[in-house]
């Protein structure tokens, strides 16, 4: 069988590895430390915003942690994304909230600011003023940030930026993770830069931060003994994990550019291929291409693609399955124009890590256009 070619492997530098050896030479393996805290500003420094960061042990822990501080709670509603990943909605119900999805646009693929301001008048209309917005940029394009941020403002109803897939991506020259009244970052092994798992939150103010740091840390209160007057969570990144992390921050630019790469590569050997098409990006947008993904004319055409690229041990998936198909979240709420139904039928997800060599990305290239040749 020919060696495998993943969809998106963790890729590291060896620059890790002095940051770790530190951490067992100092017998920092806890859940503080130097590289946490380095890890955090260095974080800091690259949004180059006035933010705050902590880092947690996922990104559904800082997406949770944002909910708990926004005060959602049993009972309240919160808008969600639908095309996503469902790490972006389970928080929601772990707060006893109902989440309320929202379709997306073909622009970026996110979501849609008209069916926005739909959902937002019709759950007022019912009586149910939505407590947040959870937005995504998926698969490193930037959401509409001006027109859904301008709705959220609108009703007063706080952003909470699921940035999970979008380190590296910007809009207009700021970056993203810095859009949302709370920001979520992912360093899953999968993710443009991994911690081998991890995550972070990004809060405006340093007094957030440490609140979220103190539930992170099962809401220990200020006291000789083990008191405890709020409900904490085992939520803080460790010292080792965090190294990996200060690591990987010397390659994120590195990790970008080969990712673009990547996804440059496949537009140019496929543009000339009719049955397929590419997310563009639109002016003032720059993702970091996290993974590159392709739309092709049917389901048939795409689950036929797959299957003949799964026979070549390449690994490819379809879009993210859209939440209110999900048979968790069927119950739930949702304001549809079909577009994200769409996108998960005929779109495909190529391998873009950015440790993919020249030869294998050819590989998925030949794979390819043979698929066309005898489909």
């Not at 693929?109 to 937002?120: F, K, R, Y």
């Not at 917005?133 to 509409?144: C, N």
């Not at 092709?296 to 939440?323: C, F, H, Q, V, Y």
Request: charged share 20%.
């Amino acid at each position: 069988m020919k060696p495998k070619i993943w969809l998106s492997s963790p890729h590291m530098s060896g620059n890790e590895l002095p940051f770790i050896i530190e951490a067992f030479d100092t017998n920092w393996v806890a859940p503080l430390g130097p590289n946490v805290n380095g890890f955090e500003n260095d974080i800091q420094s690259y949004l180059n915003e006035d933010k705050h960061v902590a880092a947690l042990a996922s990104g559904t822990s800082a997406l949770h942690l944002s909910l708990i501080l926004l005060g959602v709670g049993q009972g309240d509603e919160v808008i969600c994304q639908s095309k996503t990943f469902s790490a972006s909605a389970n928080p929601i119900v772990y707060q006893g909230a109902s989440p309320v999805f929202v379709d997306s646009e073909r622009e970026t693929w996110n979501m849609c600011p008209v069916q926005l301001e739909i959902a937002i008048k019709d759950r007022i209309a019912k009586g149910h003023v939505p407590k947040a917005i959870i937005t995504v940029h998926l698969y490193g394009m930037p959401y509409k940030v001006d027109e859904i941020n301008k709705i959220a403002l609108k009703y007063n109803i706080p952003i909470v930026e699921d940035s999970a897939e979008s380190l590296g991506s910007q809009f207009k020259g700021r970056n993203c993770g810095t859009f949302g009244d709370f920001s979520i970052l992912s360093f899953n092994g999968n993710k443009i830069i991994t911690t081998s798992g991890g995550g972070a939150i990004v809060t405006s103010t340093l007094k957030l931060k440490e609140k979220a740091v103190f539930l992170a840390t099962q809401a220990r209160d200020n006291a000789p003994h083990y008191l405890h007057s709020e409900i904490g969570y085992n939520y803080r990144m460790s010292n080792i994990v965090a190294g990996i992390g200060r690591g990987q921050m010397t390659t994120l630019d590195n990790h970008v550019a080969k990712r673009r790469s990547n996804h440059q590569f496949y537009f140019d050997s496929l543009k000339n291929i009719d049955t397929i098409t590419f997310l563009k990006e639109p002016d003032g947008y720059f993702s970091n291409r996290w993974l590159s993904c392709i739309l092709l004319d049917s389901k048939e055409t795409r689950e036929g693609l797959r299957l003949a690229l799964e026979k070549e041990n390449i690994e490819s998936r379809p879009l993210w399955k859209p939440m209110h198909q999900q048979p968790v979240f069927k119950k739930y709420p949702s304001y549809l124009n079909g577009v994200s139904d769409d996108l998960f039928n005929r779109g495909l997800c190529l391998p873009s890590g950015s440790n993919l060599t020249d030869n294998e990305l050819e590989r998925v290239i030949s794979a390819i256009n043979a698929y066309f040749v005898t489909c």
